[in-house]
């Protein structure tokens, strides 16, 4: 198949000396060696009001940008902030790039400002693998979010609900980009723009100017920067336009979340529990998180487990939260330092072209004669990941089964196994995995959980002795299954890991010893494994995972079938949206499950997902792929099946 145009396009810069970025893209330089930092300080930073509201200590401050470039601005701004704001100051930074530079011309450009190098050091440890869509970057504990966009502004604008107080209008001359100064991006940056929102621009083009008028932008000229007449600034004057996210998944509705409201609970401390409780203590919310098992001592307690993307021939919902959270994972783990193994080789894809059309970067994969290879993929060990996020003065575990949660006024109360009630809690999330579903001495009581469309299915994992010809396996093998070289550091074991099976049904009464035959005959496919006998079996372990119907996970508020039916029926038979409610949730109880045999690649976006839906955040991906992970998805699609309707 014929590979489709990149979304976005990873760009090299042109040193024409050592402090001077060029783009032969546009012909080009990124900012003026002697003057650049002045510039934009003085056209942006100063421009937009954002120096007024550091000063007059705001205590949130918003920016948007079009055009991230090299990152200056941010880093100006960053540097401003982190110099002279007060602790109580927070600041959320939008940014939009659809030709983003590579992190190692960055990291050549800044070794040349001593100045801005320290701040430039803070994104670059972050600066993601350029994929498209949204990117989220946190800086100084939670105080500084960077939502870095990659691709068309004028696509991503729309799919995200923000509004900001202050715009740098960046981007190359509009002569040389006019993409960034169109009617259409400005209609954008308008819908995301409050009363008096000041944005600020180089440019004093006058339909540039003419364009900013005519949606209720008032411009006023000023001096520009060295050589430069002018340059602009511009005051909202209109009003916040209504939402356009569908009411059935709005936020409308959410009990929000605050650190001084009480604790809340979280219900299991696999890698879905670990992730949701690390991301919120780090937002300073105090944790109680219940799990009889200890921690990761189900589903998630492997000796290794892979960190991996899903390949599609174009994307869709699955490949695209794949791609994205195996970029905020690996994130996440250049901090987390617990011992990992990169690489594995996929022998089950020998074309590129799924790769090309789900925009990785080239440096994310190589051609080898037996497949493609991933350096940034690997395996580790789970359950150390789940101790890992665990560690934090805010978080307890506490080893007890919760049989039940009690709605008191505002708060919950759990009721464990022992008998022993809860002190009060604001939330409850639940990150139970399969184990609910097994067992009705493990079950929750908790009616709306029979609801959910999840199954458990069955995988088994075996560890088998090498030989001297497997212990030349230096990198992780898949197909369709998968097996690890020898990693003693990471397992705490000299075996071989053979996995997994998936099985949701029709188990026979040895199935065990099957299944292990079975895995140990795929792995003689690989030339490596090609000697393993049924006889090298050392053991054989049985978990289950919990999985949904399209393979996603769920996130979000707990919701009530009936309630939703009552209030949506009628939704999908020609009524407008504009009349119809928001979303009626359980206010205060939330999901994050679901996520199958992928629950080290998606734990850590997912844990960021519910985060800002408890606190009022912007969502860290596009509204397009969160509706494909919304905790009422289905109970939304059978609304919309014309035989349901029928019988409303």
Not at 174 to 193: K, Q, V, W, Y
Request: with cysteine; glycine share 6%.
């Amino acid at each position: 198949m014929k590979p489709r145009e990149k979304r976005i396009q990873a760009v090299r810069i042109e040193f024409r000396d050592q402090r001077t970025p060029y783009s032969p893209l546009f012909q080009d330089i990124y900012f003026s060696t002697s003057t650049g930092v002045e510039e934009s300080s003085y056209v942006y930073l100063e421009g937009s009001g954002f120096m007024d509201s550091l000063q007059n200590k705001t205590q949130k401050i918003s920016v948007g940008e079009i055009g991230f470039g090299v990152g200056l601005n941010f880093i100006l701004t960053l540097k401003n902030f982190i110099e002279h704001s007060s602790h109580e100051q927070r600041l959320t930074y939008y940014s939009f790039e659809k030709f983003p530079v590579v992190k190692e011309d960055l990291y050549q450009l800044y070794d040349a400002y001593p100045d801005l190098k320290p701040t430039a050091e803070l994104l670059l440890s972050q600066y993601p693998v350029l994929t498209p869509g949204v990117h989220l970057l946190i800086f100084l504990g939670g105080r500084v979010k960077l939502y870095l966009g990659l691709g068309d502004a004028q696509a991503l604008l729309p799919q995200m609900e923000f509004t900001v107080n202050h715009w740098y209008w960046d981007g190359f001359a509009p002569s040389r980009n006019p993409d960034a100064f169109s009617e259409g991006l400005f209609h954008e940056i308008a819908l995301h723009s409050n009363h008096h929102t000041q944005g600020a621009s180089f440019t004093a083009a006058g339909w540039v100017r003419r364009s900013l008028e005519l949606l209720s932008f008032q411009i006023a000229k000023r001096p520009g920067f060295g050589q430069k007449r002018e340059c602009i600034t511009a005051t909202f004057l209109g009003s916040q336009k209504p939402s356009r996210t569908p009411p059935w998944f709005s936020n409308q509705e959410l009990k929000l979340a605050h650190p001084d409201a009480g604790p809340i609970a979280i219900i299991g401390s696999g890698l879905a529990g670990s992730a949701i409780a690390q991301v919120l203590a780090k937002r300073g919310f105090r944790i109680q998180i219940y799990d009889p098992n200890g921690v990761a001592n189900r589903a998630s307690s492997n000796s290794a487990a892979l960190f991996n993307t899903q390949l599609s021939k174009l994307p869709n919902p699955i490949s695209r939260f794949s791609q994205a959270s195996l970029v905020h994972f690996l994130s996440e783990l250049e901090h987390l330092h617990i011992p990992n193994k990169r690489g594995i080789l996929r022998t089950d894809h020998t074309e590129t072209d799924p790769l090309l059309n789900s925009d990785y970067p080239d440096s994310f994969y190589k051609l080898d004669e037996r497949g493609i290879f991933f350096p940034d993929c690997g395996m580790l060990n789970p359950r150390e990941l789940c101790k890992k996020r665990l560690l934090h003065h805010l978080i307890s575990v506490i080893p007890e089964r919760v049989a039940g949660v009690k709605k008191i006024g505002e708060d919950f109360e759990l009721t464990l196994q022992s008998g022993k009630t809860s002190e009060p809690v604001a939330h409850v999330i639940y990150a139970l995995g399969a184990d609910p579903k097994l067992s009705d001495q493990e079950k929750l009581t908790h009616p709306l959980l029979d609801t959910l469309p999840t199954r458990p299915i069955r995988g088994q994992t075996v560890l088998i002795q090498s030989n001297p010809l497997s212990e030349t396996l230096k990198t992780v093998l898949v197909e369709e299954g998968y097996a690890s070289p020898l990693a003693p550091e990471i397992t705490g074991h000299p075996y071989h890991l053979l996995g997994a099976t998936y099985q949701a049904k029709g188990i026979a009464e040895n199935q065990e010893e099957m299944d292990s035959e079975k895995l140990i005959q795929e792995a003689k496919r690989w030339p490596e494994l090609s000697e393993v006998e049924v006889k090298d079996l050392i053991s054989s372990k049985v978990g289950y995972r919990l999985s949904t119907p399209d393979k996603l996970p769920l996130i979000g508020p707990l919701c009530d079938p009936e309630v939703l039916k009552s209030t949506y029926a009628h939704a999908f038979r020609g009524s407008k949206v504009s009349d119809l409610p928001a979303l009626p949730v359980c206010k205060g109880e939330w999901l994050i499950t679901g996520l199958g045999s992928r629950g080290v690649t998606y734990s850590s976006l997912a844990a960021e997902i519910l985060a800002a839906l408890m606190t009022g955040d912007t969502l860290p991906i596009e509204m397009d792929l969160f509706e494909h992970l919304h905790s009422a998805r289905f109970f939304i699609r059978n609304l919309k099946k014309p035989e349901l309707n029928s019988n409303s």
